[in-house]
């Protein structure tokens, strides 16, 4: 078998030597290469967590996984984000897994039978497409330190760890049922093949519900990045819980824990208090699609943005500018429960600095908050922001 070939983030590629194990990259290899992630990043499209400041604020390297979307980058694109400026979000680098001995394990007492389905088996079961958003927990983390003047802990993403994209899979409810899902079922527990065998319960409610396994994204295969064989999208659910690179999926008949949701992304501190809540839905949010902050030239624009809930369809947009009456935005294009919607609004700009604020409702009634509650790890920033354009 020829050895794996693997393209680094400046474009170089690079073949590994033969027999190395499916999951060939380390969190320190990839440190000493100044890898993580393996498709181009390049600066119009992407915030490299890696450059200058950001790099200083992060001993453990842990940026070396993330990147986050340029909301420029959507400007005049279609409904879906293409996988070329789709955030990544890692907790170590992009494994290779070869989907020639890959497997996927289903195992646990909440199901009658174990399975263990190849890469060819799966594509044998039915398939779906769905368009979903898939949103960090942690995405706009910065605002807590830049309009409540406290840092939260973790990558200060503004708005751009969030994208749209059509998934194909096959349902996680088709290969429970396969393996002969019990009654008593509680939790179903996704692992990752990563370095950090990353692992999240579900209640099998939402397991069997609208889970989806996605081998497909946007047409194309999932690429490596994205969880390249298999990866779960839960839909509405912040992304931490649609796991990557799965490679086991354990049913049980009692309730599951992991590191994975009782000490990293939960909701701590603040008003939750001692409770260690994970973090699982998100609230209502909205960007303009325009560089932060901004620089137009003086006089009308039409400006574009999108609004996401993961709680349904978008309702409603306003927008205001510097702090003046909220105008309605007008929405256009699809708008599907659990993606987002598009908009626009006009605004005859005159030259100085300003700030343009979006709040959205979804079709259940939440509304965008003007502030957020603290939380110590940053999570569910969903507030109202203003976001700078300067005009001149
Ligand atoms: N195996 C694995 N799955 C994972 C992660 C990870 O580090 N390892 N990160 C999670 C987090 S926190 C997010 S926000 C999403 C990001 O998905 P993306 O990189 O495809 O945008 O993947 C989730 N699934
Ligand atoms: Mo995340």
Redesign the pocket.
């Known amino acids: 078998m020829a050895g794996v070939v693997r393209t680094t983030d400046s474009g170089r590629t690079e073949e590994l030597p033969e027999g190395v194990p499916a999951v060939a990259s380390t969190k320190e290899a990839a440190l000493e290469e100044g890898y993580g992630i393996r498709k181009p990043l390049p600066r119009e499209r992407f915030v490299d967590f890696r450059d200058g400041e950001a790099k200083a604020d992060d001993p453990t390297g842990d940026q070396a ?1 993330n ?1 986050e979307m340029r909301w420029e980058a959507m400007a005049g694109k279609g409904y879906l984000t293409p996988v070329g400026s ?7 680098p992009t ?1 290779d897994i070869d989907p020639a001995t890959w497997v996927l394990r289903v195992e646990g007492p909440g199901v009658e039978r174990p399975l263990e389905l190849g890469y060819d088996d799966l594509s044998r079961l039915p398939q779906v497409s769905m368009v979903r958003a ?6 706009g983390r910065a605002f807590f330190e830049e309009l409540q003047g406290r840092q939260a802990e973790g990558t200060p993403w503004r708005l751009g ?1 969030v ?1 749209v994209a059509e998934w194909t899979g096959v349902p996680l409810r088709e290969v429970l049922d396969r393996a002969g899902l019990k009654g008593t079922a509680r939790e179903v527990m996704l ?4 370095e ?3 692992r ?1 319960p579900l209640p099998v409610e939402k397991a069997v519900e609208d889970t989806l396994l996605a081998f497909g ?1 946007n047409g194309g295969l999932l690429t490596p ?3 390249f064989p298999l ?2 999208v839960v839909s509405g659910w ?9 490679g086991r999926i354990h049913v049980s008949e009692t309730p599951l824990s992991s590191p994975w949701n009782t000490d990293k ?1 939960v909701l701590t501190g603040g008003e939750s208090g001692a409770r260690r809540e994970p973090v699982t839905l998100r609230g209502v949010k909205s960007a303009l699609e325009l560089p932060w902050p901004a620089r137009i030239p003086r006089g009308k624009h039409t400006i574009h943005g999108r609004s996401w809930s993961g709680f349904g369809a978008i309702s409603h947009v306003e927008c205001s500018v510097d702090g003046g009456p909220w105008r309605d935005a007008r929405l256009f294009g699809p708008n599907v429960p659990g993606a987002w919607a598009r908009w626009t609004f006009d605004w005859d700009a005159m030259p100085g600095e300003h700030e343009v604020r979006v709040k959205a409702t979804d079709d259940l009634g939440n509304m965008q908050p003007e502030t957020v509650p603290w939380n110590d790890l940053g999570y569910l920033y969903d507030g109202v922001v203003g976001h700078p354009v300067s005009v001149g």
């Open positions: 996984f990147a789709f955030f990544v979000r890692s907790h170590a494994p898939l949103e960090c927990a942690g995405n760890a994208g692992e990752s093949l990563d950090v065998r990353m999240r994204m990045d994205h969880g990866r779960a912040a992304a931490v819980a649609s796991v990557k690179w799965l992304y």
